[in-house]
């Protein structure tokens, strides 16, 4: 058994050396627009999970990969993500401002753009315009391979097994209810969803207080908070049931545990 977090900079800086020749994957490694587009745009930090697990799945190294995503709106990225990487770096705009995906379009761009450029930057005060135009260009490098990689990528998520995990409360509900309505069809839905810490289905029967030594203040103390235990019991049932049907899903529960599970036998007993 083995555990690893996600190193999203390191994930970039292989994925540069892997898509982009040296020069260029040099300079998109020390620029700053770069830097900022990995470490703060959500889908590039999800597709470098998503490039992460492909690499992982075809190492043949494991019987079993999972992987742990955030909650709905990180889960929903990191399905999304290998397309919205696909159209940031081939979209219709970046083509504009870069031209034609010509052998020689760096050399035309020296010649043509690269000295007006240089003159509006004089008038600004700074090398900005010229810089943005050397990481666009340097960007639009990287498509050819990454696209490939990402069609990949969406392959391998097709072919998973996906599985959604939530508690009946209300605020989990409202992002598992989320993830399926704003995942796109073509995604690779979920077909099981799990509802975790539930709890028993006997406490909506009540319990026997006529043999209990308490005295007539505790007792109905007791009674009305049995009662509203077997009504959270009931309401805990009819939205998973709800929820399952709704989306044509395998329900399965986990039951609530007085303590956390924290070992591989804790874990077991949840099973038993």
């Known amino acids: ?78 399905y999304t993500a290998p397309g919205r990487m696909r159209e940031l770096i ?13 052998p020689g379009r760096r050399a035309i761009y020296k010649v043509t753009a690269r000295p007006a450029l240089k003159l509006a930057d004089a008038v600004l005060g700074g090398p900005l315009l010229e810089e943005i135009a050397e990481f666009l260009l340097d960007l639009r490098s990287l498509y050819d391979g990454l696209s490939h990689r990402a069609k990949a990528i969406e392959l391998h998520l097709r072919r998973a097994t996906s599985i959604v995990i939530t508690t009946a409360d209300p605020t989990p509900m409202r992002e598992a209810r989320r993830f399926f309505e704003d995942l796109p069809l073509d995604a690779g839905r979920p077909s099981t969803v799990v509802f975790n810490k539930q709890l028993p289905e006997e406490w909506s029967n009540g319990r026997n207080l006529r043999n209990a030594d308490v005295t007539p203040q505790a007792r109905i103390a007791l009674r009305e908070n049995l009662a509203h235990w077997a009504e959270e019991v009931k309401r805990q049932h009819d939205v998973k049931q709800e929820f399952a049907a709704r989306h044509s899903l395998d329900l399965l529960s986990v039951p609530w545990a007085e303590t956390a599970p924290t070992s591989v036998d804790a874990l077991a007993q949840l099973l038993n």
């Open 90 to 102: 081939g979209g219709r705009l970046l083509r504009w401002l870069t031209g034609a995906s010509l």
């Open 1 to 78: 058994l083995a555990a690893a977090m996600l190193d999203v900079s390191a994930s970039w800086e292989a994925m540069v050396h892997r898509h982009a020749e040296p020069e260029i994957a040099q300079r998109l490694l020390a620029d700053p627009f770069f830097r900022a587009l990995a470490d703060r745009f959500p889908a590039a930090q999800a597709y470098a999970a998503g490039e992460q697990m492909a690499e992982h799945i075809e190492s043949h190294r494991w019987d079993l990969l999972v992987v742990d995503t955030p909650p709905a709106g990180g889960g929903i990225d990191f």
